[in-house]
């Protein structure tokens, strides 16, 4: 957090003179700019409390960016971003586009108003297994009972340890994790990171089983529906693939792969009546294996959240800007026109670099 505050403040320097900032953001015009968001809520600090921050965004700060991106960008729809690259003179605004990822039913109620009244194109990544459902992604199940976990008497890793142990898995480094506030997120990260969707699933049984549920954070949660999805797509919101069941690619086998893009492809185009063009690869991540699969699977355009791109397939390994609630704040803790001038040219990039791309 430190470091954003400092960036901000050098940003803010630098950003500081509108031919200054005209140019910097003329010099991206051969690289239109993705930003990607996840949920939407009303109160932030609220649901901050028992949610993954980097998650949300509150509906008034999604307002202040899209009016931001608004007056400096042409803003447009994904079918459109590579088109227009290349043609874009010295005289053509930048171009941006805005994604969503997950499906949250949020997403619905409170950013597609917002997005129809300001007239703007976006683009929605469903898991398709959930769209209709009650049901919430594993990740966001694990990191809500990992919490109700932390705040019993018995320490978390011990906890997790022998749940762990009892289902014949392994996650490296979990005797480490303190049942400090900060762990639950790095504790989250590190099960992601390492276990494959059906152990996850094992896992997440297994805790909820033995620490309950919150019911109300998980109807928070709730994915939205066909319907939805049909009418946002008619009013310009293109809707594009992010699996079957948000599986992280990078982990499965090449069958389990295959048949979460092709089949999340396969849902989408059935139920929606309209070609599917654009992948979101889940958690960003992504390798040599799963971007053929993806080509393979039919898509044209695929998204991750990393500058590491795959040279042999720019189109299948775009890179995108994830922003939440806090990822233009300056240094008064308000929304800072300079540090979101700073998301845009991608002064922060470095710090967001995919965990493939930190081993290398
Ligand atoms: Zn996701
Ligand atoms: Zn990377």
Same mark, same amino acid.
């Given at each position: 957090m430190r470091h954003v505050v400092k960036s901000g403040l050098a940003?803010? /320097?630098?950003?500081s003179g509108t031919s200054l900032l005209r140019r910097r953001l003329n010099g991206r015009s051969g690289t239109p700019w993705i930003v990607g968001y996840h949920r939407v809520v009303e109160d932030y600090a609220r649901s901050a409390r028992r949610s993954i921050p980097a998650m949300l965004v509150s509906r008034a700060m999604l307002r202040r960016h899209l009016d931001w991106i608004g007056r400096r960008f042409d803003v447009v729809p994904l079918d459109?971003?590579?088109?227009? %690259?290349?043609?874009?003179g010295r005289f053509r605004r930048p171009s941006a586009a805005i994604t969503f990822d997950d499906g949250f039913?949020?997403?619905?109620?409170?950013? !597609?108003?917002?997005?129809? @009244?300001?007239?703007?194109? @976006?683009?929605? !990544?469903?898991?398709?297994?959930?769209?209709?459902?009650?049901?919430?992604?594993? !990740?966001? %199940?694990?990191? /809500?009972?990992?919490?109700?976990?932390r705040n019993t008497s018995q320490s978390l890793s011990t906890r997790l340890g022998s749940i762990v142990s009892a289902l014949g898995l392994e996650v490296e480094g979990l005797a480490d994790a303190a049942p400090a506030a900060g762990d639950t997120l790095r504790l989250t990260r590190r099960i992601l990171e390492t276990l494959r969707r059906d152990d996850l699933a094992l896992l997440v049984e297994a805790l909820e089983k033995e620490v309950g549920v919150d019911e109300e954070a998980l109807r928070e949660r709730r994915p939205l529906d066909w319907d939805m999805l049909k009418e946002m797509r008619r009013s310009g919101v293109t809707i594009g693939s992010h699996t079957r069941r948000h599986v992280v690619l990078t982990l499965e086998s090449e069958k389990r792969v295959q048949e979460e893009t092709v089949g999340s492809r396969r849902d989408l185009e059935e139920r929606l009546g309209a070609a599917v063009h654009h992948f979101a690869y889940p958690n960003g991540w992504f390798d040599d294996a799963t971007v053929a699969a993806v080509q393979a699977a039919g898509y044209s355009f695929a998204y991750t959240s990393c500058r590491h791109r795959d040279p042999a397939h720019p189109h299948l390994t775009l890179p995108r800007t994830l922003l939440w609630e806090k990822s233009s704040l300056g240094m008064f803790g308000t929304f800072s026109p300079a540090v979101m001038g700073c998301q845009a040219d991608g002064t922060f990039d470095r710090s967001g670099l995919c965990p493939l791309? %930190?081993?290398n």
């Open positions: 940003c803010g /320097l630098r950003w459109e971003i590579v088109t227009r %690259r290349g043609r874009g039913r949020d997403v619905y109620e409170l950013a !597609f108003p917002l997005l129809k @009244a300001k007239g703007m194109p @976006a683009a929605i !990544f469903v898991v398709t297994s959930l769209v209709g459902t009650s049901g919430v992604p594993l !990740f966001e %199940r694990l990191y /809500l009972a990992l919490l109700r976990a791309h %930190r081993r």
